[in-house]
């Protein structure tokens, strides 16, 4: 049986990895599972755990010719990536910032109905040319902070409306200056014309597309979905108390019977959108996270993550990238891992249905506890608790 290694810096969730194992499993691959720290230059083997009837063993291993790997790249282990990379296959890598897609995006021009106005802020000048210019912008990091520090500015005469969070302040041109000059200037901002992304209850929005290679190489759309945030906040990323919803039935309940009129829409203007990419950066790329954004009835690409986690449809994640790893196997290696048979498969299909429903009853759990009063009144005590154990590490 071919093996794969996998890693993931920090470690993902135990049930992840053994959904991913047993999917590995199926299409005739062993998952061996590792840290950085378990990799063993001299000798080229890796100290891993691979899942044998349920259980996980412990087991050493020759570098496997493919890796499913974590992109980024932790400092004290430059030297074990740079290793791997030159004795193995790694399946993913980081690409452009989020203004350099965009800028290759734009210059290419077949997805420029897409694109949003967008560019870096050097000068208090150029901030004030761009308020002008498009009335409502957006302030944002320019390496993304799962959507924190982010500001919204409407330009109204000569009075500038300022939001941060739900905190809303009204500014002249002097008091813009020397919010500009003490929160932006020394900063990575980028300014974005505003996309008026909410929905019929004024909740942010946007849509995310996760597109996966499937076991032929070819581009599918592993899933769909719409994630909301509350009216007061800018945007709509679920690590700022958003929620989310299936992408059909955020249109049934938004447009009624016309709702399939815009799932097909949005479709047609991301077709082919992984391809062109790909061809973009000159790079086989396995996966990618596409958000959207929905104002007038038009769709905006507001970003491209290149190593989406699937959380929400992490079965069907994990079938697509065990197929892929399979097909690059075959094209890379010409090795052909060995499916299961269909009692296998149908053991696989009841395993993988009993992880992601154990995932979302322990979501909610965790969901309802975050939200309960007594959470809330324990705050300050686990506050406490983080402030103990950093003062014992530094000892």
């Not at 005469?157 to 200037?185: C, P, T």
Request: aromatic residues 12%; hydrophobic residues 30%.
């Amino acid at each position: 049986m071919q093996q794969v290694g996998y890693y993931r810096q920090p470690l993902d969730s135990p049930k992840t990895r053994r959904l991913n194992a047993i999917c590995y499993h199926y299409y005739g691959m062993e998952l061996v599972c590792f840290g950085l720290e378990n990799v063993n230059i001299n000798d080229k083997t890796i100290d891993g755990k691979v899942l044998v009837n349920g259980k996980w063993k412990k087991k050493t291993v020759q570098i496997p010719k493919l890796i499913n790997n974590t992109p980024f790249k932790q400092r004290k282990y430059l030297d074990v990536i740079n290793f791997l990379e030159q004795n193995s296959y790694m399946m993913f890598h980081r690409y452009g910032s989020k203004e350099l897609t965009n800028a290759r995006l734009k210059e290419d021009g077949t997805f420029r109905h897409l694109m949003i106005p967008t560019s870096k802020i050097e000068t208090f000048a150029d901030l004030l040319t761009k308020i002008k210019k498009h009335r409502r912008v957006i302030l944002k990091p320019k390496s993304g902070n799962q959507g924190r520090g982010i500001y919204f500015i409407e330009c109204n005469n000569d009075m500038f409306h300022v939001q941060f969070e739900a905190e809303n302040k009204e500014m002249n041109h002097d008091e813009l200056q020397s919010f500009y000059e003490k929160q932006i200037q020394d900063k990575r901002y980028i300014i974005q014309k505003y996309i008026h992304s909410r929905n019929s209850t004024n909740q942010p929005f946007d849509i995310r597309i996760q597109f996966e290679k499937n076991g032929k190489g070819k581009w599918t759309r592993a899933q769909t979905y719409v994630r909301m945030g509350h009216p007061q906040k800018i945007v709509s990323n679920i690590a700022k108390g958003g929620s989310i919803i299936r992408f059909n039935s955020f249109l049934k309940s938004e447009y009624g019977r016309d709702w399939k009129m815009y799932a097909d829409q949005l479709k047609e203007v991301t077709k082919g959108l992984p391809r062109k990419i790909e061809q973009l950066y000159d790079a086989e790329i396995p996966s990618l996270g596409v958000d959207i954004g929905m104002a007038d009835e038009e769709f905006y690409l507001f970003e491209v993550n290149y190593f989406p986690g699937g959380t929400f449809a992490r079965g069907e994640v994990a079938m697509l990238r065990a197929a892929y790893s399979a097909h690059l196997l075959q094209t890379k290696f010409n090795e052909k891992p060995k499916h299961l048979s269909i009692d296998d498969y149908e053991t696989l299909k009841q395993e993988k249905e009993y992880y992601e429903r154990k995932y979302e009853q322990l979501a909610q759990q965790y969901k309802d506890i975050r939200q309960s009063t007594s959470w809330k009144l324990t705050k300050p005590l686990r506050t406490f608790g983080r402030i103990v154990k950093r003062v014992r590490k530094k000892r």
